[in-house]
């Protein structure tokens, strides 16, 4: 952070020059070009550093605009030079452009037709019909906890986990008052609700919070780290909170625990989390409330109840298949049920995390879905509970995919931050995020200005909703939740596709009440469903 004044060092030298040179030219009747050059360099750099729209000119004055000047110019050096405008890194330029487009209401139309080779294994597409439908309001939204005291009507699209302490406050700032614009939700990461997730008037209301709750039991822990209910009550039982979330792994570093060394817990960090300022904060890689699938929907249930019956699920991501297995035999056997799954894909994660999890820890999004779908299906549970999807999913037609594939919503994380002006710059870890996304840096998070960022979040929901809205339009379908795996369709090599409905293994109804394994299903299912135990998430070797 000691390094921030020099990013106006352009601007100073610009302001410098200029004082010099006029005062030359003053005494000398000469060398007024050079005071005009510098002073129009100057007036320029005072505009940047003023204006609300670009955080990267308010943080680097004259000098942001040497980048923008090769983004402009960048698809002809990418053309004969570098990569392709499609190759994803993890997010490709194409990508990037959408989000940006969208949520400043740009046009987001292409010419030319599309840059992918659709004949390269692994392309996909939805088949239209040839009677589409009308393409209705865009608002789509499905009942999360029905037969609950306090159901939640969520939005098809929402925020997904990312805490603030990951993220500056005016990223959160802008990401919730956003959602209360749209009227989607936003999940607050395991560093539990800051001050900045709540509304900034007393009078006013933020937006909707799923309020995740981690190993370290941020916002609703005792002195030792463990569970305090009382602490849980006083935020859950608050209006802004619509969901209960307890995190049991995220997509970035599944089954990794995490520290925050001491230096970075702020003021607002500890009072967020329930920490002391100062001292390393923990976040263990399990939890010590239980330690088994029982033990895990008893705490679902505890929770509920202490939440004054508000939708109460966990999120997760898949590892060992006998672990989520045992789970669903506690569903069986207990009766508890949670109101939702969010299953978070391995490609997923907004925060830094060692590369080896990053790229080989955790089943990638479209196998892990599948799993807990077709479990939920084999239980006869499919209906009662409802599944949250995330890692990847910036387009609407990341949405289809994932909702044809199982899935009931859809989170993003980076795709958000991009809304916010991210531009994948992959300096979230080092404190100098140059949009002021992943900062706690005051000088850099200044860059973002919230009002305008607010809009801009809830302009890229909107329109990537009604890009859904014609997607679905186009299939012949009214509503995101009639999508099957069967309007999906993948390219397998360079003359054979597949519909995903033939391609990727789906089992029947009630195939997993059996006393016997069924021989006829998935690998997976008949070598590890008679593992799991609802005692223990070990299995019996």
């Not at 990223?171 to 395991?190: C, P, S, V, Y």
């Not at 200044?446 to 960022?453: E, F, G, I, Q, T």
């Not at 999508?483 to 997993?512: K, M």
Request: contains cysteine; charged residues 20%.
């Amino acid at each position: 952070m000691q390094d921030s004044p020099l990013r106006y060092l352009t601007l100073i030298i610009a302001g410098f020059i200029f004082i010099l040179s006029l005062a030359i030219a003053l005494l000398t009747h000469n060398g007024w070009w050079l005071a005009i050059l510098s002073g129009a360099m100057t007036a320029v750099g005072i505009a940047d550093v003023t204006q609300t729209k670009r955080s990267i000119l308010r943080n680097y004055p004259l000098l942001g605009h040497f980048r923008f000047f090769f983004e402009t110019i960048r698809p002809e050096i990418r053309q004969y030079f570098l990569e392709e405008d499609t190759e994803q890194n993890p997010f490709s330029r194409n990508q990037r452009s959408i989000v940006y487009q969208r949520a400043k209401q740009a046009l987001d139309k292409r010419p030319f037709g599309t840059q992918l080779d659709v004949y390269q294994a692994g392309y996909e597409w939805v088949n239209h019909s040839i009677s589409p439908a009308k393409v209705e309001p865009h608002d789509f939204r499905i009942t999360i906890g029905a037969d609950r005291p306090q159901p939640y009507s969520a939005s098809v699209f929402n925020i997904s986990a990312m805490s603030f302490g990951a993220l500056s406050a005016n990223a959160i700032r802008a990401l919730n008052q956003g959602a209360k614009k749209g009227k989607f939700m936003h999940d607050t990461g395991e560093g539990s609700i800051s001050r900045y997730h709540r509304p900034e008037q007393a009078d006013d209301s933020g937006g909707d919070l799923v309020w995740e709750i981690g190993s370290g039991y941020f916002g609703c822990r005792n002195p030792d780290g463990s569970f305090s209910e009382q602490k849980f009550i006083e935020n859950a039982t608050t209006a802004q909170v619509k969901l209960i979330e307890i995190k049991l792994s995220q997509g970035a570093k599944p089954g990794h625990g995490g520290v925050l060394p001491a230096a970075k817990v702020s003021q607002e960090i500890a009072e967020a989390r329930g920490v002391m300022m100062g001292v390393d904060c923990v976040s263990p890689s399990s939890h010590s409330a239980f330690d088994s699938p029982i033990g895990l929907l008893e705490f679902v249930e505890r929770l509920r109840n202490l939440s004054g019956g508000k939708p109460t699920g966990f999120k997760l991501a898949i590892g060992h298949p006998w672990e989520f297995f045992g789970i669903v035999k506690a569903m069986q056997q207990t009766g508890i049920l949670p109101d939702f799954i969010v299953v978070d894909g391995g490609e997923g994660g907004t925060g830094a995390a060692p590369v080896e999890f990053t790229d080989h820890v955790g089943m990638p999004l479209q196998e892990a879905l599948l799993l807990i779908h077709n479990s939920l299906v084999g239980a006869n549970l499919r209906d009662k509970i409802k599944i949250g999807a995330s890692g990847k999913i910036v387009t609407a037609f990341d949405i289809v995919r994932t909702l044809a594939l199982g899935a009931d919503w859809c989170n993003s994380a980076r795709g958000f931050m991009f809304a916010l002006g991210c531009i994948q710059s992959q300096s979230c870890h080092t404190g100098k995020c140059p949009t002021g996304v992943t900062t706690q840096d005051p000088l850099r998070q200044r860059a973002l200005v919230v009002p305008d960022k607010a809009e801009r979040v809830a302009h890229f929901h909107q329109n990537t909703l009604k890009a859904l809205a014609e997607l679905i339009a186009a299939v012949g379908l009214h509503h995101p939740s009639e999508l099957r795996p069967h309007h999906l369709v993948r390219r397998l090599s360079p003359n054979r596709v597949a519909l995903a409905s033939a391609l990727l293994e789906y089992i029947e109804p009630g195939s997993l009440l059996a006393d016997t394994t069924p021989a006829h299903l998935p690998e997976v299912f008949k070598t590890y469903w008679p593992l799991a135990r609802a005692e223990s998430f070990s299995s019996i070797q």
